[in-house]
Protein backbone atom coordinates (compact mmCIF):
# COMPACT_ATOMS: atom_id res chain seq x y z
CA UNK A 1 0.00 0.00 0.00
CA UNK A 2 1.04 3.56 -0.95
CA UNK A 3 0.86 5.96 2.19
CA UNK A 4 0.33 9.65 0.51
CA UNK A 5 2.11 11.48 3.34
CA UNK A 6 4.67 9.45 3.61
CA UNK A 7 5.41 9.65 -0.06
CA UNK A 8 5.24 13.27 -0.10
CA UNK A 9 7.64 14.17 3.68
CA UNK A 10 10.33 14.73 0.51
CA UNK A 11 8.31 16.70 -1.97
CA UNK A 12 10.58 18.69 -3.51
CA UNK A 13 13.34 16.43 -3.73
CA UNK A 14 11.18 13.72 -5.26
CA UNK A 15 9.36 16.67 -7.40
CA UNK A 16 12.61 17.73 -9.02
CA UNK A 17 13.19 15.22 -11.86
CA UNK A 18 9.78 15.82 -12.68
CA UNK A 19 10.50 19.28 -13.74
CA UNK A 20 13.98 18.14 -15.14
CA UNK A 21 12.03 15.57 -17.61
CA UNK A 22 9.33 18.10 -18.33
CA UNK A 23 12.15 20.71 -19.47
CA UNK A 24 12.75 18.08 -22.12
CA UNK A 25 9.49 17.27 -23.61
CA UNK A 26 8.15 20.35 -26.60
CA UNK A 27 4.64 19.83 -26.74
CA UNK A 28 2.83 23.08 -28.28
CA UNK A 29 -0.41 22.68 -27.82
CA UNK A 30 -0.81 18.73 -27.10
CA UNK A 31 -4.64 17.58 -27.21
CA UNK A 32 -4.31 14.95 -24.15
CA UNK A 33 -1.46 14.56 -21.69
CA UNK A 34 -1.49 11.61 -19.51
CA UNK A 35 0.45 11.43 -16.35
CA UNK A 36 0.99 6.81 -15.86
CA UNK A 37 1.41 6.30 -11.85
CA UNK A 38 0.52 10.05 -11.18
CA UNK A 39 1.07 9.21 -7.60
CA UNK A 40 -0.75 11.94 -5.34
CA UNK A 41 -1.15 14.12 -8.01
CA UNK A 42 0.92 16.87 -6.96
CA UNK A 43 3.00 17.01 -10.31
CA UNK A 44 0.43 15.83 -12.51
CA UNK A 45 -1.39 19.45 -11.50
CA UNK A 46 1.57 21.00 -13.10
CA UNK A 47 0.63 19.54 -16.36
CA UNK A 48 -2.76 20.92 -16.36
CA UNK A 49 -1.02 24.36 -15.53
CA UNK A 50 1.76 24.38 -18.24
CA UNK A 51 -1.04 23.35 -21.31
CA UNK A 52 -4.05 24.44 -20.01
CA UNK A 53 -6.21 23.11 -23.33
CA UNK A 54 -5.02 19.98 -22.80
CA UNK A 55 -7.36 17.16 -21.21
CA UNK A 56 -4.94 16.00 -18.57
CA UNK A 57 -5.32 12.29 -16.96
CA UNK A 58 -3.33 10.85 -14.28
CA UNK A 59 -3.91 7.52 -13.99
CA UNK A 60 -2.22 4.99 -10.92
CA UNK A 61 -2.41 1.45 -9.81
CA UNK A 62 -2.83 2.87 -5.54
CA UNK A 63 -6.65 3.46 -4.57
CA UNK A 64 -4.62 5.87 -2.00
CA UNK A 65 -2.62 7.99 -4.19
CA UNK A 66 -5.86 8.44 -6.37
CA UNK A 67 -7.81 9.47 -3.39
CA UNK A 68 -5.67 12.05 -2.61
CA UNK A 69 -4.86 13.36 -5.69
CA UNK A 70 -8.94 13.78 -6.33
CA UNK A 71 -9.18 15.80 -2.91
CA UNK A 72 -6.33 17.77 -3.17
CA UNK A 73 -7.32 18.96 -6.47
CA UNK A 74 -10.97 19.64 -5.31
CA UNK A 75 -14.43 18.80 -7.22
CA UNK A 76 -14.11 21.08 -10.03
CA UNK A 77 -10.22 20.48 -10.38
CA UNK A 78 -8.63 20.15 -14.34
CA UNK A 79 -7.68 16.61 -14.20
CA UNK A 80 -9.55 13.81 -14.84
CA UNK A 81 -8.05 10.68 -12.09
CA UNK A 82 -8.46 7.14 -12.19
CA UNK A 83 -6.98 4.09 -10.65
CA UNK A 84 -5.41 1.80 -13.39
CA UNK A 85 -2.16 -0.43 -13.68
CA UNK A 86 0.09 1.28 -16.54
CA UNK A 87 0.57 -2.50 -17.79
CA UNK A 88 -2.73 -2.59 -19.19
CA UNK A 89 -2.79 1.15 -20.71
CA UNK A 90 -2.23 2.32 -24.20
CA UNK A 91 -2.40 5.98 -26.19
CA UNK A 92 -4.83 6.51 -27.84
CA UNK A 93 -4.81 8.81 -30.97
CA UNK A 94 -4.88 11.69 -29.53
CA UNK A 95 -2.49 11.66 -26.75
CA UNK A 96 0.11 13.94 -27.73
CA UNK A 97 1.85 12.95 -24.17
CA UNK A 98 3.16 10.48 -22.33
CA UNK A 99 4.92 10.89 -19.01
CA UNK A 100 5.85 8.35 -16.49
CA UNK A 101 8.02 9.27 -13.44
CA UNK A 102 9.18 7.28 -11.14
CA UNK A 103 7.15 4.11 -11.89
CA UNK A 104 8.69 1.67 -14.09
CA UNK A 105 11.42 0.68 -11.77
CA UNK A 106 7.92 -1.00 -10.15
CA UNK A 107 7.19 -2.39 -13.11
CA UNK A 108 8.79 -5.82 -14.50
CA UNK A 109 8.93 -6.05 -18.08
CA UNK A 110 9.23 -2.30 -18.38
CA UNK A 111 10.77 -2.28 -21.46
CA UNK A 112 7.78 -3.92 -23.70
CA UNK A 113 5.67 -1.40 -22.27
CA UNK A 114 8.03 1.53 -23.31
CA UNK A 115 8.22 0.31 -26.91
CA UNK A 116 4.65 -0.46 -27.13
CA UNK A 117 3.76 3.23 -25.98
CA UNK A 118 6.60 4.72 -28.30
CA UNK A 119 5.54 3.00 -31.27
CA UNK A 120 2.18 4.04 -30.96
CA UNK A 121 2.33 7.73 -30.13
CA UNK A 122 0.83 10.51 -32.94
CA UNK A 123 2.96 12.56 -35.21
CA UNK A 124 4.52 15.05 -32.83
CA UNK A 125 3.80 12.97 -29.47
CA UNK A 126 5.90 12.87 -26.95
CA UNK A 127 6.81 10.52 -24.19
CA UNK A 128 8.91 11.37 -21.33
CA UNK A 129 9.91 8.94 -18.27
CA UNK A 130 11.95 9.08 -15.24
CA UNK A 131 13.37 5.90 -13.22
CA UNK A 132 16.00 5.57 -9.95
CA UNK A 133 18.81 4.33 -10.84
CA UNK A 134 20.42 3.92 -7.84
CA UNK A 135 19.05 0.09 -6.91
CA UNK A 136 23.15 -0.45 -6.47
CA UNK A 137 23.29 2.19 -3.75
CA UNK A 138 24.42 1.84 -0.22
CA UNK A 139 21.16 2.25 1.09
CA UNK A 140 19.44 -0.21 -1.24
CA UNK A 141 22.38 -2.80 -0.44
CA UNK A 142 21.79 -2.41 2.92
CA UNK A 143 18.10 -3.23 2.84
CA UNK A 144 18.38 -6.64 0.60
CA UNK A 145 21.12 -7.67 2.83
CA UNK A 146 18.99 -7.09 6.25
CA UNK A 147 16.00 -8.84 4.81
CA UNK A 148 18.32 -12.09 3.69
CA UNK A 149 19.94 -11.99 7.21
CA UNK A 150 18.92 -15.07 9.30
CA UNK A 151 16.50 -13.05 11.67
CA UNK A 152 14.33 -11.91 8.76
CA UNK A 153 15.33 -14.48 5.35
CA UNK A 154 11.94 -16.74 6.18
CA UNK A 155 9.76 -13.52 5.92
CA UNK A 156 11.36 -11.20 3.88
CA UNK A 157 13.94 -12.91 1.73
CA UNK A 158 11.74 -12.48 -1.58
CA UNK A 159 12.02 -8.91 -1.06
CA UNK A 160 15.62 -9.32 -0.63
CA UNK A 161 16.27 -10.85 -3.92
CA UNK A 162 14.77 -8.83 -5.76
CA UNK A 163 16.87 -6.20 -7.14
CA UNK A 164 14.89 -3.73 -9.12
CA UNK A 165 17.51 -2.40 -11.64
CA UNK A 166 15.93 -0.29 -14.92
CA UNK A 167 17.63 -0.24 -18.17
CA UNK A 168 20.58 1.78 -18.65
CA UNK A 169 20.67 5.22 -20.80
CA UNK A 170 21.71 3.23 -24.13
CA UNK A 171 19.14 0.84 -23.56
CA UNK A 172 16.37 3.46 -23.57
CA UNK A 173 17.70 5.18 -26.32
CA UNK A 174 17.54 2.43 -28.45
CA UNK A 175 14.33 1.14 -27.62
CA UNK A 176 13.28 4.55 -28.98
CA UNK A 177 15.00 4.49 -31.50
CA UNK A 178 13.81 1.45 -32.73
CA UNK A 179 10.50 2.61 -31.98
CA UNK A 180 11.17 5.46 -34.92
CA UNK A 181 11.09 8.48 -32.03
CA UNK A 182 14.15 10.50 -31.54
CA UNK A 183 15.96 9.76 -27.71
CA UNK A 184 16.98 12.42 -25.96
CA UNK A 185 18.88 10.29 -22.56
CA UNK A 186 20.85 11.20 -19.99
CA UNK A 187 21.31 9.99 -16.24
CA UNK A 188 21.68 12.51 -13.24
CA UNK A 189 23.19 12.08 -9.87
CA UNK A 190 21.25 14.61 -7.34
CA UNK A 191 22.83 14.87 -3.88
CA UNK A 192 19.42 15.45 -2.03
CA UNK A 193 20.91 17.08 1.44
CA UNK A 194 18.60 15.49 3.94
CA UNK A 195 17.95 17.68 7.14
CA UNK A 196 18.87 15.53 10.78
CA UNK A 197 15.39 15.69 12.48
CA UNK A 198 14.44 14.47 15.98
CA UNK A 199 12.88 10.82 14.64
CA UNK A 200 14.22 8.41 12.54
CA UNK A 201 18.00 8.93 10.27
CA UNK A 202 16.31 11.04 7.26
CA UNK A 203 17.31 8.01 4.15
CA UNK A 204 15.26 5.41 6.57
CA UNK A 205 12.70 7.95 6.61
CA UNK A 206 13.03 8.33 2.82
CA UNK A 207 13.11 4.83 1.78
CA UNK A 208 9.85 4.07 4.35
CA UNK A 209 7.88 6.05 1.58
CA UNK A 210 9.22 3.89 -1.09
CA UNK A 211 11.50 0.87 -1.55
CA UNK A 212 10.58 -0.16 2.45
CA UNK A 213 6.83 -0.34 1.55
CA UNK A 214 6.98 -4.39 0.14
CA UNK A 215 8.71 -4.85 3.94
CA UNK A 216 6.18 -2.80 5.64
CA UNK A 217 3.64 -4.49 3.95
CA UNK A 218 4.59 -8.18 5.52
CA UNK A 219 5.28 -6.88 9.19
CA UNK A 220 3.10 -6.57 12.29
CA UNK A 221 3.71 -3.46 13.76
CA UNK A 222 6.60 -4.66 16.35
CA UNK A 223 8.33 -6.33 13.98
CA UNK A 224 8.52 -3.31 11.49
CA UNK A 225 9.45 -1.39 14.55
CA UNK A 226 12.35 -3.77 14.68
CA UNK A 227 13.49 -4.18 11.34
CA UNK A 228 14.03 -0.43 11.27
CA UNK A 229 15.84 -0.28 14.41
CA UNK A 230 18.19 -3.18 12.64
CA UNK A 231 18.84 -0.78 8.97
CA UNK A 232 18.26 1.86 11.06
CA UNK A 233 22.48 2.37 12.38
CA UNK A 234 24.14 0.93 8.98
CA UNK A 235 22.03 3.96 7.11
CA UNK A 236 23.73 5.88 9.61
CA UNK A 237 27.32 4.19 9.41
CA UNK A 238 26.51 4.73 5.22
CA UNK A 239 25.21 8.24 4.80
CA UNK A 240 26.55 10.29 8.07
CA UNK A 241 25.56 13.28 9.44
CA UNK A 242 27.41 17.15 8.86
CA UNK A 243 26.52 20.27 10.16
CA UNK A 244 22.84 18.82 10.70
CA UNK A 245 22.33 17.04 7.44
CA UNK A 246 22.56 13.79 5.68
CA UNK A 247 24.14 13.95 1.86
CA UNK A 248 22.64 11.35 0.21
CA UNK A 249 23.47 10.97 -3.71
CA UNK A 250 20.55 9.56 -5.99
CA UNK A 251 20.94 8.63 -9.68
CA UNK A 252 18.35 8.63 -11.89
CA UNK A 253 17.62 8.02 -15.39
CA UNK A 254 16.04 10.12 -17.99
CA UNK A 255 14.26 9.31 -21.35
CA UNK A 256 12.40 11.80 -23.38
CA UNK A 257 11.44 9.95 -27.07
CA UNK A 258 9.74 11.99 -29.91
CA UNK A 259 7.70 11.08 -32.67
CA UNK A 260 8.76 13.62 -35.77
CA UNK A 261 5.88 15.92 -37.22
CA UNK A 262 6.06 14.44 -40.90
CA UNK A 263 6.21 11.06 -39.27
CA UNK A 264 2.04 10.10 -39.80
C1 LIG B 1 7.40 6.65 -6.54
S1 LIG B 1 5.71 6.94 -6.87
C2 LIG B 1 5.77 8.20 -8.14
C3 LIG B 1 4.55 9.07 -8.15
C4 LIG B 1 4.63 10.27 -9.10
N1 LIG B 1 4.76 9.86 -10.48
C5 LIG B 1 5.76 11.19 -8.71
O1 LIG B 1 6.68 11.38 -9.51
O2 LIG B 1 5.73 11.72 -7.59
C6 LIG B 1 5.29 5.51 -7.80
C7 LIG B 1 3.82 5.44 -8.16
O3 LIG B 1 3.67 4.43 -9.17
C8 LIG B 1 2.47 3.76 -8.94
N2 LIG B 1 2.53 2.46 -9.63
C9 LIG B 1 3.41 1.46 -9.41
N3 LIG B 1 3.15 0.43 -10.25
C10 LIG B 1 2.10 0.81 -11.01
C11 LIG B 1 1.36 0.20 -12.07
N4 LIG B 1 1.67 -1.02 -12.51
N5 LIG B 1 0.33 0.88 -12.62
C12 LIG B 1 0.00 2.12 -12.18
N6 LIG B 1 0.67 2.75 -11.19
C13 LIG B 1 1.70 2.11 -10.61
C14 LIG B 1 2.38 3.67 -7.42
O4 LIG B 1 1.08 3.41 -6.99
C15 LIG B 1 2.92 5.04 -7.01
O5 LIG B 1 1.91 5.98 -6.86
Known amino acids: MWNPDTYLRFADERGRPFHDLLDRVHAQRPRQVVDLGCGPGNLTASLAGRWPEAEV ?13 VADQGAAGPVRYAVGDVRDWRPGPQTDVIVTN ?8 QEELVATWARELPADGWLGLQVPGNHDAPAHRALRELCLSPRWAQRLG ?3 EQVRGVPEPAEYARLL ?9 W ?5 HQLPVTEGRHPVLTW ?7 PVRALLAETDWDAFRDELEPRLAEDYPAHRGVVDFPFRRVFAVGHRLPSDR
Do not use: F, H, N
Request: contains cysteine.
Open 57 to 69: RGIDSSAEMIERA
Open 102 to 109: AVLQWVPG
Open 158 to 160: AVG
Open 177 to 185: RDAGCAADV
Open 187 to 191: ETTYL
Open 207 to 213: LSGTALR
